[in-house]
């Protein structure tokens, strides 16, 4: 099989600087686009996009996403390919889906909010109450083989009914609401959620530090790293291609 092609967007002050590719034991590609609009052109030679943890700027627009880019990438998935979206503490700084904010990607990912703020968790966390211990989980490929994940400065998503939420916190879990500092119960809420497009997936993931090399709460840590790796599977129908051989 041809090795299977990524582009990581950087086009949109994305937080996630790289993928640790050598974590994977499948052959894949990864190529960086640094400048924008994402177009359908940029796009066609590759199976998944990978957008992580897009940072907003009001006074400038830097990070929205215009709309004949949310067309572009709805084409792309639509065709049978990945998309895969990062968040983290902030979310989408409470941006208006009309203003281009991550929100606008709902149409393929089902996620209509990422709470601005930070998930915190005094009881079920390590080092610091914002790196938050995961253990509920529905059964799915992603999930499979999952114990325990840690989310450090991670926020919390708003589904659709056309998105399955997979992971969720703890019901003791609190979040720090950026506006004002307050912090309130918000129980268990989703941290990750799938959809599906057409012939292609989406996944979105409340936290973007699962993917920094930092043995306590990135990829090193707990089952993060199985984590990615069945991510990246599922978006990537592997599972399909298995059954096919």
């Not at 990978?50 to 880019?69: M, R």
Request: net charge negative; hydrophobic share 40%; glycine share 8%.
């Amino acid at each position: 099989m041809p090795p299977k092609k990524i582009l990581i967007d950087f086009s949109h002050n994305e937080e996630v600087e790289t993928i640790p590719d050598f974590i994977f034991k499948e052959d894949y590609e990864f190529e960086n686009l640094e400048e924008g609009p994402i177009t359908l052109d940029d796009l066609v030679d590759y199976d998944l996009l990978f957008i992580g943890n897009p940072q907003l700027d009001e006074s400038s627009n830097a990070g929205f996403f215009t709309k004949q880019e949310i067309v572009d990438i709805k084409k792309f998935v639509a065709r049978g390919n990945g998309i895969l979206v990062t968040s983290g503490a902030g979310g989408d700084q409470d941006f208006k889906r009309a203003t281009g904010s991550p929100r606008v990607l709902f149409g393929v990912t089902g996620v209509t909010r990422f709470w601005n703020g930070v998930l915190q968790d005094k009881k079920h966390s390590i080092i610091a109450p914002d790196n938050i211990i995961i253990q509920n989980f529905d059964p799915h490929l992603i999930t499979r083989g999952l114990k325990e994940l840690v989310f450090a400065g991670a926020t919390f998503l708003d589904v659709s009914e056309d998105a399955e939420p997979l992971i969720y916190t703890d019901d003791e879990t609190n979040f720090k609401y950026a506006s004002d500092g307050e912090v309130d119960n918000v129980g268990t809420v989703p941290v990750l959620a799938i959809a599906e497009f057409m012939h292609g997936r989406a996944a979105t993931v409340g936290c973007s530090k699962v993917f920094i090399d930092d043995a306590d709460v990135g990829f090193e840590a707990k089952d993060n790293k199985k984590l990615i790796r069945n991510l990246f599977s599922w978006l990537l129908f592997e599972e399909e291609e298995e059954k096919e051989e």
